[in-house]
């Protein structure tokens, strides 16, 4: 899902953020470099919408890649083929408009990268081969499936391309844009996210020594956390200096910028909850949302609430 190009000033945490369990669940980190720019040319005529002009980091080259192709190998990277058919066309509807908004907006050459700390995944053919090895044809034809099913959909709000950033699992409810990029989108707002307090990955805790604190932090004093109402450290307070959330998860490598932190024996003792930024959809929420019985519409409202689903 999973935000793209970050302005100093919204840079992500996560997406982050973090790492995540495996290739195939890091969040977007999205992301908000084009939240208040003009889309002017949503329509032109002139952009060749029949495939993405995708810069290969890793290879150092600019490939243009058919759109199904280029969903079907973002798929691959950012969610895991055994979450539920709808949960996976959910995602494949948010990544192709996340794209579709990139393309419209960039002033590059190229339209979107495969870096996921900045755009979105994307393994070609050989990439998919190495990461499934002999699964490899039956995991693709259960992304083709579902990607044949919704392709050319998107999200849109108010004529335009919506911003889908998505992350791998909330910390409870989704975070807004507002406290996460300090931009505030009317659909990337808080809503309710609550299953993914039951995945094994929700809760994250990690001991860090009181020497390898004090060394990155130059004091070894316990910090007063100043929190979002939705629990993301904004700042950590300390006597002589205050640290911003999303450095310190940085610093630590952490999971999510929600977080506490206790002492224990002499160390400290991080807990956090969730995986990535926690803005737009969760793919883990939209998994248990699919298996509860909503297809990959009712998971798209709900998690972009006022967005339309649309098809070229």
Not at 79 to 85: A, D, E, G, L, V
Not at 138 to 156: N, P, T
């Amino acid at each position: 899902m999973k935000n793209i190009i970050i302005p100093s000033i919204i840079l992500l945490f996560c997406m982050t953020l973090s790492p995540l369990f495996a290739k195939n669940t890091k969040d977007n980190k999205a992301i908000i470099q084009n939240a208040n720019q003009t889309e002017e040319n949503k329509t032109n005529p002139l952009i060749d919408k029949s495939y993405f002009s995708v810069k290969r980091t890793n290879k150092n080259i600019i490939e243009k890649i058919s759109e199904k192709d280029y969903i079907i190998g973002c798929i691959s990277g950012e969610i895991p083929t055994t979450y539920n058919k709808e949960a996976i066309k959910a995602q494949a509807v948010a990544s192709y408009t996340f794209a579709c908004r990139k393309r419209e907006n960039s002033k590059n050459e190229y339209d979107i990268t495969d870096d996921y700390t900045i755009d979105q995944c994307f393994f070609d053919k050989n990439e998919q081969k190495e990461k499934w090895g002999n699964q490899y044809e039956s995991k693709i034809k259960i992304i083709q499936k579902a990607v044949d099913e919704v392709f050319g959909e998107y999200l849109e709000y108010d004529g335009k391309y919506a911003l889908t950033v998505y992350h791998a699992i909330s910390p409870g409810k989704t975070n807004t844009s507002k406290e996460v990029w300090g931009s505030e989108i009317s659909y990337l707002t808080t809503v309710d996210s609550s299953c993914d307090r039951l995945s094994e990955n929700y809760k994250n805790v990690i001991t860090i020594s009181n020497a390898e604190f004090k060394e990155k932090i130059k004091t070894d004093e316990s910090p007063k956390l100043e929190k979002t109402d939705n629990g993301r450290v904004e700042k950590l307070i300390f006597k002589k200096t205050t640290i911003l959330g999303t450095d310190f998860a940085k610093l630590f490598n952490l999971k999510s910028c929600n977080f506490d932190i206790s002492k224990a024996k002499g160390n400290f003792v991080i807990t956090t909850y969730g995986y990535g930024h926690g803005v737009g959809m969760s793919q883990n929420g939209a998994n248990c949302m699919a298996e509860n019985g909503s297809n990959y519409a009712e998971i798209l409202k709900h998690y972009y609430p006022g967005c339309v689903i649309r098809k070229q």
